[in-house]
C-alpha cells in the first residue's frame, strides 16, 4: 500500500502496479502496514509522522529521509536543517514514541536500493535505531536486497548516518555521477 495526503494522485502508480496494490492515506497506510517505509521530503517528515500518531504504535518504519534544506548545494554541497548534534531520525522518533525507527536506504538512490551491482562487491548500508526487533527485520529487508549491514547502534548514530547522504551527493551534483554506494571495508 502507498500512502499520501492526496491518494487520488497515485492513481497511475496503482494502475500500473498490479491488482495486489492499494493506496490511501497516511493513516489509511500506517494502519494496513506492519513493516513502514518512509520516503518523504525530509521537511515533511515529521508532520507526516504526527498525522499517523496512534496507527504507528509498535509499526517498523524504515525511515529513508534527510533534513535537506530547500538551498542549492553550493560546490555539490547540500545543505541541512539539523546541527551536529541531531538528526531528523531523532526527532521522527519523539513523534512517534511508540513506533520502531530504523534509519536505512538515505545513503543510496533509489536505482541502486535492491539488488545494487557494484565493482567490488555488495555495499554497506548504515543502519541504527532503538529496537532491536525492528533493526533485525530491516536487516532482513536489506540482505535479501542484495546489500550488506553495519548496525551503528542507536538513534543517535544518525547523526553521523544522514550527513553521509551530502557527501553521497557530491559526485551526482559535481559530475552527474548517481551509480555509487558506501562499503565498510576491514582488514
Not at 554541497?77 to 514514541?97: D, H, K
Not at 520502531?100 to 541504527?128: A, E, N, Q, R, Y
Not at 529496537?131 to 536486497?145: R, V
Request: hydrophobic fraction near 45%; charged fraction near 15%; include cysteine.
Amino acid at each position: 500500500m502507498r500512502g499520501s495526503r492526496d491518494p487520488g494522485k497515485l492513481t497511475n502508480w496503482k494502475a500500473q502496479a498490479g491488482s495486489k496494490a492499494s493506496v490511501g492515506t497516511f493513516v489509511e497506510t500506517a494502519k494496513f502496514g506492519q513493516i513502514l517505509a518512509l520516503a518523504v521530503k525530509g521537511s515533511a517528515a515529521e508532520a507526516v509522522i504526527r498525522e499517523c500518531g496512534t496507527a504507528l504504535a509498535g509499526k517498523t518504519i524504515l525511515d529513508t529521509t534527510n533534513p535537506i534544506t530547500d538551498a542549492p548545494p553550493v560546490n555539490g554541497v547540500l545543505a541541512y536543517f539539523t546541527g551536529p548534534n541531531e538528526s531528523l531520525m531523532e526527532r521522527i522518533q519523539n513523534a512517534a514514541p511508540t513506533a520502531h525507527v530504523v534509519k536505512c536506504f538515505s545513503i543510496v538512490s533509489s536505482s541502486l536500493m535492491v539488488d545494487p551491482v557494484i565493482k567490488g562487491g555488495p555495499p554497506t548500508m548504515f543502519i541504527c535505531g532503538n529496537n532491536a526487533g525492528a533493526k533485525a527485520q530491516a536487516t532482513e529487508i536489506l540482505h535479501t536486497f542484495g546489500w550488506e549491514v553495519e548496525d551503528m547502534g542507536t538513534a543517535v548514530a544518525a547523526r553521523a548516518i544522514e550527513p553521509l547522504a551530502i557527501l553521497w551527493c557530491i559526485p551526482g551534483f559535481l559530475r552527474n555521477d548517481w551509480t555509487h554506494a558506501f562499503k565498510m571495508l576491514r582488514p
